[in-house]
């Protein structure tokens, strides 16, 4: 599409939206005159669903009026609550209903995957994550090493982008797995860079590695309700995602994890048990003898807080009525839009450092200001501006297809240049 750089345009893009109403279905923050702040932060924490409420006080309901027997006889049950959300997420994250559940938080995940996937050998005993991967992802992988006897300066393999780049080219990334391969025991990459907004090319990666005897994980952060993704067909080995930003869950909301359809019967996988990974049929006759659920719900470990699935429950309803191919679309739609115009209206102080191309890229742009990029943030944040500020000089904003319209991009960047 031909953009045009006048509000006029923007308020015509509104108009002709087809998703334009599930704004509606979210509460905006408000200024201080009480006016919609344009709120560009949801690859932080996305905006609450409005039927969250109604959805979290049916359970504070239920447990006030039936207590322990709410988890069997509440409107929704408590004991299998979190299969309520099983295919809304398979269809999410493109998997089977058995590859998916929603579990602890994510950097636990990552660890309780890391136990059954990252399995090194003297000959085999590499890490590779993107150099500039979100600080936890590089705490979770040097730990795993270190638990496993080595030495993270030798066995975590960084892959940077070339001299003067700021994102990593796929065809050097797809070179290295091909070249040092046979020591990797874990490609372990985010599918969208938290700083960058670089979102990685998960199937090509994922051939690559297992060409290479690889076992490949994920973190999708960044990506969950993001972007489209395929997870059972890319053959991904292992995939963890929080659900507090771009699935709506809330502060602090219970993560998401997936495993391959063929790694879920294979009893010589290593993993921590616990009882609610235990076979359903038999986990209340207290037995001591441990038989896995065959799906991927045999890596729970406790049964799951009833709140929070209720809240992210909410959220996936209104992913599941509004797709992602339309939100995807409109997705590429938003920062399209807001590159045409930073690009108009560029005064020299701005560069987007976020690929151009709409295959690698999410909902999100990082701009990096050359000159005084706090101040400039601050005085975004005062002038009705909720977006996020990460060192040394990167404002990033995520216009959301589900809450955020063309005219929110029209006026946060008259006010960026203002």
């Not at 395929?230 to 495993?259: M, Q, R, T």
Request: net charge negative; glycine share 6%; aromatic share 10%.
């Amino acid at each position: 599409m031909k953009f045009e750089n006048n509000i006029d345009f923007a308020m015509q893009l509104d108009s002709n939206d087809p998703l334009h109403s599930y704004r509606m279905k979210f509460h905006v923050p408000k200024t201080a005159e009480g006016k919609d702040v344009i709120y560009f932060a949801g690859n932080s924490l996305g905006l609450q669903p409005k039927t969250v409420r109604a959805f979290v006080e049916q359970e504070l309901l239920d447990w006030e009026k039936m207590g322990v027997e709410g988890h069997m006889l509440a409107k929704y049950p408590w004991l299998p609550y979190h299969e309520f959300l099983t295919a809304q997420t398979a269809m999410l994250v493109g998997a089977k209903p058995d590859e998916v559940v929603h579990m602890n938080s994510l950097t636990v995940n990552l660890h309780l995957m890391m136990v059954s996937f990252y399995r090194p050998t003297k000959e085999r005993n590499k890490i590779l994550i993107e150099a500039n991967a979100f600080p936890s992802d590089h705490y979770a992988v040097q730990s795993q090493i270190k638990f496993h006897g080595y030495d993270p300066a030798e066995c975590l393999m960084e892959m940077n982008p070339r001299d003067g780049e700021v994102t990593i080219r796929t065809e050097d990334l797809l070179d290295r797995i091909e070249k040092e391969g046979d020591s990797i025991a874990l490609v372990m990459f985010a599918g969208v860079n938290y700083y960058t907004g670089q979102a990685f090319d998960l199937e090509k990666i994922t051939a690559a590695a297992h060409k290479k005897g690889c076992m490949v994980g994920f973190d999708l952060a960044h990506a969950a309700g993001n972007l489209k993704l395929e997870l059972h067909k890319w053959e991904c080995d292992f995939a963890v995602w929080c659900s507090y930003k771009y699935l709506n869950g809330g502060p602090g909301a219970i993560a998401g994890a997936f495993v391959h359809q063929k790694h879920l019967l294979d009893m010589t996988i290593p993993k921590f048990w616990g009882w609610w990974g235990q076979d359903k049929a038999t986990r209340f006759l207290m037995g001591h003898n441990y038989q896995p659920i065959p799906t991927v719900e045999s890596w729970q470990l406790s049964n799951p807080p009833i709140l929070q699935l209720a809240a992210l429950r909410a959220s996936l309803d209104i992913f599941d009525e509004a797709g992602m191919d339309a939100l995807r679309a409109k997705s590429e739609m938003l920062t399209g839009f807001a590159e045409y115009l930073i690009n108009e209206n560029n005064n020299g102080n701005i560069e987007i450092i976020t690929p151009a191309a709409a295959s690698e890229r999410g909902c999100q742009l990082s701009i990096r200001a050359k000159q005084s990029g706090k101040a400039l943030h601050s005085r975004l944040n005062d002038a009705g501006v909720i977006c996020d500020w990460r060192e040394p000089d990167v404002i990033r904003i995520a216009p959301v297809p589900l809450y955020n319209t063309f005219e929110d991009v029209w006026n946060f960047v008259r006010l960026l240049f203002t």
